[in-house]
């Protein structure tokens, strides 16, 4: 375990991989996904009012950050015409099923249902960026996925004693942000493309 206080360096290093985020945005190099931006922006910020309602402590603040930058993000998207990625079927499905999770969390009475269906509906807000950083790694940047991932870490590394209740929100999160920039950096995705492309033109020359 390390000192409880190393939240604040997670938070700091959260808002550096935001603002190039956010910067990519305006400029209309980055193409955000707004269901999962938005839907992001949600539960950052009601798990962080649960969180203080319990009392959790300086952990909270890493949720805040969860909360806090795809606000910025979402509103970042409407200020150029060229960071809007056209929403899909796939991309309404799944926000569809997360707000329902949502829904199914705010009713129910156990605990644990209750905090998996919140942790289900944060990952099921993700995949339509998980599926874009595949199929057009270009229109996203990597850093502020790699900074969550570290901010998640952190945060972990200054729980007293894990217990699902830490750890899942914080965890889940940290293994999407980690697979999503391994995505874009890897351009695997266009690769694969690529690669299954070419037989096919082959063929047909």
């Not at 099923?97 to 990952?123: C, E, H, K, M, R």
């Amino acid at each position: 375990m390390i000192d409880p206080r190393f939240v604040f360096l997670a938070a700091f290093l959260s808002l550096i991989g935001a603002y190039g985020y956010i910067r990519d945005t305006l400029r209309g190099e980055t193409s955000p996904n707004r269901v999962t931006w938005g839907l992001w922006g949600l539960e950052g910020i009601l798990a962080f009012v649960v969180e203080i309602q319990q009392h959790v402590g300086l952990a909270s603040v890493m949720t805040l950050m969860l909360g806090f930058v795809p606000c910025v993000v979402l509103v970042a998207s409407f200020k150029n015409s060229h960071s809007v990625w056209r929403i899909g079927r796939f991309d309404v499905i799944c926000g569809a099923i997360s707000v329902a999770g949502l829904v199914f969390w705010a009713f129910v009475n156990q605990p644990t249902i209750a905090l998996l269906s919140f942790v289900a509906a944060d990952q099921v807000a993700a995949l339509p960026t998980l599926r874009k950083s595949w199929l057009a790694p270009s229109t996203e940047s990597p850093r502020v996925f790699f900074m969550g991932f570290v901010n998640c870490g952190i945060t972990l590394l200054t729980l007293r004693h894990f217990t699902t209740a830490g750890v899942i929100f914080p965890g889940c999160v940290l293994v999407m942000d980690l697979m999503i920039g391994l995505l874009i950096v890897s351009r695997i995705g266009e690769r694969v493309a690529t690669r299954t492309m070419a037989p096919a033109i082959s063929g047909a020359a």
